[in-house]
């Protein structure tokens, strides 16, 4: 009597395992599910969007998608690596782990370590590695952390999550230089590094490293640019030294916020607007603005050109033409406008009309007298 935990019969050839069949049965039994797969997915790309805008900083972007029934099957033939007469996966189905897989594309190296703690605090973590670059001399490859995630039950016992309670998802977290990596590598679609010819192996391996160096960078750059914000807003909040802020949006907001005020209604665009044109007019940091505006008063100006009270960057037009005079309409990009022109000056016949000595402010010239 045979062995029943044999494959092979008594006195017959071995019996080879039918790979084609079995990938064919298991596709068609994923093809079945993967409807379930693509919802996981939108639902997986909802959360983890959530995850970043409330507890990181910008992200690239999100994306996931249900893996497609002929790569499945292409996995589900696959041998096992230590016996090639085995299937690597005996139920494909159960055993491949990214039938749903995610991608976040960071723009920053340092965002990764803030995601990683709240990826746990928002997933079941069940498997977590890093894959990481020029591990060896012969090795190259892209940095990004994999994560094999699934709902926690304080979630799939909502009506809504509750289908996918036994779904797992594989969770990918790059930087972007670090995708444009792994995309072309992909693309270039050596299998084994042991095949690739020694030239393109050499600048590979150059070119991971210039890749690594420029992540480092933008992320030194990012820090500086957090620095120098904080540095502009404390000299305005402290009355500092003005003369070393330079003209940007966030040192603008800085200043006009305490010159006249908040004003919510103003968005990032505005400032960034603002701070081109306020350069345009030859102003480059913020004590030459505080030179010009010396002796007017918003709001005063205001009233002599509107009954209402204007939101912020209105008045801070007002003090402009002011404190420049015909400088503002000669330095200003739109100059050539008719429009613009009229417009300016009848605000400054205005200002004259009611005793309000214009100047003719210009940042390379701050001594220049009224008008």
Known sequence: MPNENTDVAVGTAPVSFDF???????????????????????????LLNDVCRAYASAIHSVVARAKDVESF???????????????????????????????????????????????????????????????KDEEFGYQSIHYLLRLKP????LPEYQR????????????????????????????????????IRRRFK???????????EFQAIQHADEEIRKTSEREVEIDGDLAAVEITPFGLKAYLDRLLGPDGRMTEFSYDFEARNVRSLGF????????????????QLNSVIYSTRQGQLSRFEYLLAAGMGENFIRRHRWKDEAWFITRTEGMLTKFRE????????????PSAGAS
């Open 154 to 157: 304080n979630r799939t016992i």
């Open 354 to 365: 009611a005793a309000i000595p214009v100047r003719l402010y210009s940042p390379d010239l």
């Open 284 to 299: 480059t940091n913020l004590q030459q603005l505080d030179d010009c505006f010396r002796g007017f008063n918003a709001d």
């Open 20 to 46: 084609e069949r079995h990938g064919r049965d298991s596709a068609e039994t994923y093809r079945r599910i993967r409807p379930l797969y693509d919802d996981f997915c939108q639902t997986v790309v909802r």
């Open 73 to 135: 099957y292409a996995k589900a033939i696959k041998p096992l690596e230590t016996d090639p007469d085995k299937p690597k996966y005996r139920d494909p189905v159960k055993e491949i782990t990214d039938l749903a897989g995610a991608r976040i594309i960071t723009y920053f190296l340092d965002t990764a370590p803030r995601l990683d703690q709240v990826i746990a605090e928002q997933f079941d973590v069940l498997e977590r590695g890093d894959k990481a670059t020029l591990l």
């Open 206 to 216: 150059a070119l991971a490293g210039v890749l690594e160096l420029a992540d480092r």
């Open 164 to 199: 996918f309670r036994d779904l797992r998802f594989e969770l990918q977290v790059r930087t972007i230089l670090q995708h444009a990596w792994a995309e072309i590598e992909h693309d270039i679609q050596y299998k084994s590094t042991e095949v690739i010819p020694r030239e």
